[in-house]
């Protein structure tokens, strides 16, 4: 019986991890999307965001349910607390990449970003990416140096996001205000995708040291 429940605390952890997996690659995606001014690819975003809405409901039931009927206390208990916490912060992070592609879809055909802030992108949407992989690969190993060392690669991302606003305000910017507000708003939503994937990696840390880091960004 103990056992059977192990397993599921272990497939809770899992799942969350596959969460994570799906909201990086959509933002690889919508990334590509935003780029590329790529249609059928932000279609594809938008139409598979259900799916990682899903997974988190169907965590969130299976973890309720693990705390209702099996009580568990210590490191079970942060487990599954972790993981409640965390599903609602990948969710998110699949919510931002679905704002992106729906930027894309509705400038369709023409381009969202101007030439000047494309490589910026490119670079955001790089590390973006890359966290939200290492994050996956955190949640499965439980490895606290390894979450702690997402730092770095979130302050280049906030490097980035606050160079965007020294772009648009530049007297140089000649793309006009609709321009300036799009690459705004989707510099945000890179940069709170970022700060997601951070927080997963916190409740990793918690998981393993019973204490919560204080790096990152975890508000919703």
């Known amino acids: 019986?103990?056992?059977?429940?192990?397993?599921?605390?272990?497939?809770?952890?899992?799942?969350?991890?596959?969460?994570?997996?799906?909201?990086?690659?959509a933002m690889e995606r919508a990334t590509a999307a935003l780029l590329g001014a790529d249609l059928g690819l932000a279609e594809r975003v938008i139409g598979d965001d259900l799916k990682i809405d899903d997974v988190r409901s169907s965590i969130e039931e299976?973890?309720?349910?693990?705390?209702?009927?099996?009580?568990?206390?210590?490191?079970?208990?942060?487990?599954?607390?972790?993981?409640i916490h965390a599903?609602?912060?990948?969710?998110?992070?699949?919510?931002?990449?679905?704002?992106?592609?729906?930027?894309?879809?509705?400038?369709?055909?023409?381009?969202?970003?101007?030439?000047?802030?494309?490589?910026?992108?490119?670079e955001m949407g790089r590390?973006?990416?890359?966290?939200?992989?290492?994050?996956?690969?955190?949640?499965?190993?439980?490895?606290?140096?390894?979450?702690?060392?997402?730092?770095?690669a979130d302050d280049a991302m906030d490097d980035l996001h606050r160079h965007l606003f020294t772009v648009i305000m530049d007297k140089e910017w000649s793309h006009g205000v609709a321009s300036a507000v799009d690459t705004t708003l989707l510099g945000r939503f890179y940069e709170r995708f970022a700060d997601h994937a951070v927080?997963?990696?916190?409740?990793?840390?918690?998981?393993?040291?019973?204490?919560?880091p204080g790096y990152g960004g975890d508000d919703v």
């Open 1 to 25: 019986m103990r056992e059977a429940y192990h397993d599921q605390l272990g497939q809770l952890a899992e799942q969350l991890a596959d969460m994570c997996a799906m909201a990086g690659d």
């Open 62 to 83: 299976q973890a309720y349910a693990l705390l209702a009927l099996q009580a568990p206390v210590a490191t079970d208990l942060r487990v599954v607390l972790a993981v």
């Open 87 to 122: 599903a609602e912060s990948v969710e998110r992070m699949g919510d931002l990449a679905l704002h992106v592609a729906k930027a894309a879809r509705r400038r369709h055909p023409n381009p969202v970003l101007s030439e000047t802030v494309q490589p910026y992108f490119a």
């Open 127 to 152: 590390i973006a990416v890359e966290l939200a992989r290492e994050a996956t690969e955190i949640i499965r190993s439980r490895d606290v140096e390894r979450a702690r060392s997402l730092e770095d």
């Open 199 to 212: 927080s997963v990696a916190k409740r990793t840390v918690f998981v393993v040291t019973g204490r919560m």
